[in-house]
């Protein structure tokens, strides 16, 4: 293999944005990743492309008044920093939201990147001011979904290859940072059997040699722990009570954590393990990929949402408000899952699944497709899918029957009809006025206010048990892990400190592995589209920084 300037370990978004400025740069890279190359882009290519951005043009053409001061105000209400640990996370939140209200969306649309023309309202709050969540819909979903934002860097990288600087190292997994005098000065581990397994299946982990590169520079970019049930569960925090038994994955398995071990064993200090970000609104994939495959619900903010004994969840945990606040009280319940009950209505117009691959329209970049599927009549085709093939869908035009069923899929019968039946009536009454005491209502209505919402996202008002807008459908909802948001700590210019706070010489670190930079820089909470425009800085920053120092 080619000699090198440096190393980045991942190929995932973060890895292919710090190549490709270290390629742009002239200078030479190896890029290794444990998987095949049909898996390069990481997590990245599965992701919805959704991207938090501040004052974008897409906002304003929709009258939606953002700011740097109003997105950073949410940031903190969000992040909740409090910890002496959280001084670089939040210097790089700082120079993030700052990066999201400036140059972001330029750069990424001088290289061709285009979003959907009405942005999403993703975690919405339902506190004061100054708590969690965004004032104002940011979430941009880029056209072509994941691949429409990893297309760009591949391509970038791959041009780096054409022009002899970089070299890819696929089924490399690396097991050890190499180290002299102090400093990191390359990787060593075992090169994996070829594979050829979809993108993203589980692929062999069976060594057939042995390696080690050398350079004076080692980016790590290897992504988070959402794949490796036991590592959730060793940094689960206290404040979400007892880690959940069961889980639904929301990664494939390549996100398996064993990076972040590998380079504190090297020296580098990891801070804020126990924040992660997992979902609520998890159903299990009727054809995984990977191991528990599971998919997220992004829903809208009608469903009526029930604990597993039936007793609806306080406010403001709403379905798309607060999802680590919804974890924390389900996880209070005593048990893992819960339940949203919907109209054939409200799940037309509301569910949406996160992915690229449960978005065919926008992935495929058709127009046609989206209209159809968002704005025609019946739920777009992979909603209706789970609806019918789905483990954790029931659906019937009788609430006591939908009951009934909704029982067979837990181990214990734990719903209690009445109990139920008076959460569905007594919500249904406060449908017949245009202003409520029900605060979900009243979110409902605040919704539809925005246009976008109205036109796309959000269902007319309606009872539950309006025959006209049945079926009643009922989901189970599972633990979906996700994303890591603490890990190693960086400095700003992605260089990874040692536990005295010094940079560790040779290494850098960017993406999910760094908390996205400097170890956390979301804190305790995201305000979402935070994660993709993470790797895109942080990768950034390093490979611009590493560029510099082989300079
Ligand atoms: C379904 C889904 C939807 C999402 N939607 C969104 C969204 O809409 N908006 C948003 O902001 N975020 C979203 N995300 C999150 C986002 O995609 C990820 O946080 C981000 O892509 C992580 O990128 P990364 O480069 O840090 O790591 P990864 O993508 O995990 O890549 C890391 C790479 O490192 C390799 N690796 C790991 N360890 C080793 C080792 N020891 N040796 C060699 N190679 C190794 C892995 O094989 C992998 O290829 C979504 C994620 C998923 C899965």
């Known amino acids: 293999m080619s000699a090198a300037d440096v190393i980045v370990v991942g190929a995932g978004l973060a890895g292919l944005v710090a190549t490709a400025e270290l390629a742009d740069a002239g200078r030479r890279v190896i890029l290794v990743d444990q998987e095949g190359e049909q898996s390069l882009g990481g997590q990245a290519w599965w992701s919805f492309g959704g991207l938090f951005f501040v004052d974008s043009p897409e906002q304003r053409r929709w009258r939606i008044k953002d700011s740097f001061e109003l997105a950073w105000q949410d940031w903190l209400g969000a992040a909740g920093f409090d910890r002496p640990e959280d001084e670089w996370p939040r210097r790089w ?7 999201a209200a400036t140059e972001k969306r330029r750069w990424l649309h001088d290289m061709g990147v285009r979003w959907l023309p009405y942005p999403g309202w993703a975690e919405r709050g339902g506190y004061t001011a100054t708590g969690h969540g965004n004032s104002v819909p940011r979430f941009h979903v880029t056209w072509g979904t994941g691949p429409g934002i990893v297309a760009p860097f591949e391509r970038r990288v791959r041009e780096g290859v054409a022009r002899g600087l970089v070299t890819f190292a696929f089924r490399h997994r690396v097991d050890a940072l190499l180290t002299e005098a102090g400093a990191v000065c390359g990787v060593a581990g075992k090169v994996l059997e070829p594979t050829s397994v979809p993108r993203g299946a589980p692929s062999s982990r069976t060594e057939v040699g042995d390696f080690e590169l050398r350079a004076p520079v080692v980016i790590v970019t290897s992504g988070g722990i959402g794949g490796n049930h036991d590592l959730v569960r060793r940094n689960w925090p206290e404040r979400l009570g007892k880690p959940p038994r069961h889980m639904l994955s929301g990664v494939p ?8 071990g590998i380079a504190q064993q090297a020296g580098a ?16 994939y009727y054809e995984p990929i990977w191991t528990r495959h599971g998919i997220r619900i992004l829903p809208g903010p009608s469903p009526l949402w029930l604990d597993a004994r039936g007793n609806r969840l306080p406010v403001p945990l709403f379905p798309g408000f607060d999802t680590l606040g919804t974890l924390e009280h389900i996880m209070r319940t005593g048990f893992e899952h819960t339940w949203f009950i919907v109209s054939q209505k409200i799940i037309e117009k509301e569910f949406a699944l996160s992915g690229s691959d449960q978005n ?3 992935t495929g970049k058709s127009v046609p497709d989206l209209l159809r599927s968002r704005l025609a009549s019946g739920a777009p085709a992979p909603v209706e899918a789970f609806k019918q093939r789905g483990g954790d869908f029931v659906v019937e035009r009788d609430l006591r029957r939908l009951v009934e069923r909704m029982n067979e899929l837990t181990d214990e019968p734990l719903l209690d009809y009445g109990t139920v039946e008076r959460e569905v009536l007594a919500r249904d009454r406060e449908m017949a006025n245009p202003y409520t005491k029900d605060l979900q209502v009243t979110a409902i209505r605040g919704a539809r206010r925005y246009l976008a919402d109205r036109i796309t996202r959000v269902a007319a008002p309606h009872r539950l048990l ?7 459908i009922g989901v189970k909802l599972s633990i979906l892990t996700r994303k890591t948001l603490g890990g190693l700590e960086t400095d700003l210019s992605a260089r990874a ?4 706070g010094e940079p560790l ?6 993406g999910e592995v760094a908390g996205f930079g400097g170890g956390g820089m979301h804190g305790y909470r995201s305000l979402e589209g935070t994660f993709l425009g993470g790797c895109l800085f942080s990768g950034r920053i390093a490979g611009r920084a590493a560029a510099a120092e082989v300079a």
């Open 497 to 500: 400190l040692t536990t005295s």
């Open 253 to 260: 398995d390549h996100v398996d954590g064993r990076m972040i």
């Open 93 to 99: 939140a700082e120079a993030y939201v700052h990066f």
């Open 360 to 362: 065919p329209d926008i």
């Open 269 to 284: 200090n990891v801070v804020n393990p126990d924040r992660m970000w997992h979902y609520t609104e998890g159903i299990a």
């Open 466 to 472: 309006d025959p006209d807008a049945g079926p009643l």
């Open 505 to 510: 010489p040779g290494l850098y670190a960017a």
